[in-house]
Nanobody, 125 residues
Framework: QVQLVESGGGLVQAGGSLRLSCVAS????????MAWLRQAPGKEREFLAG????????SYADSVKGRFTISRDNGKSTVFLQMNSLKSEDTAVYYC??????????????????WGQGTQVTVSS
């Protein structure tokens, strides 16, 4: 079992930045690929970024490439999502997810074995 807890969400003006964190606990975190996804009201859950267990490989959705950066610190069992140049359409609940099948995160998948509770990001225009 892996437990995930997100933090760092909040209210920010358009053009601003936020950094989300996801702390993982449980089994060896470095064996899990991690991903960030989001879901806005009335919309399907959307993959944003994924990272391999080692941190060597990353994958991004076209909608956030160049604005968002995923990274991880396995020593702290934490994965980050740095979000820059935020837009009103980035408003959503952001979720951290984990899976031992790295292809799910690197392949921009939406199905993972473990999920956090989500953190709200609101971008005001």
């Amino acid at each position: 079992q892996v437990q995930l807890v997100e933090s760092g969400g909040g209210l920010v003006q358009a053009g601003g930045s936020l950094r989300l964190s996801c702390v993982a606990s449980g089994r060896t975190v470095s064996s899990y690929a991690m991903a960030w996804l989001r879901q806005a009201p009335g919309k399907e859950r959307e993959f944003l970024a994924g990272i391999s267990g080692s941190g060597s490989w990353t994958s991004y959705a076209d909608s956030v490439k160049g604005r968002f950066t995923i990274s991880r610190d396995n020593g702290k069992s934490t994965v980050f999502l740095q979000m820059n140049s935020l837009k009103s359409e980035d408003t959503a609940v952001y979720y951290c997810a984990a899976d031992q099948i790295w292809g799910r995160a690197l392949g921009k998948g939406k199905n993972y074995a473990y999920w956090g509770q989500g953190t709200q990001v609101t971008v005001s225009s």
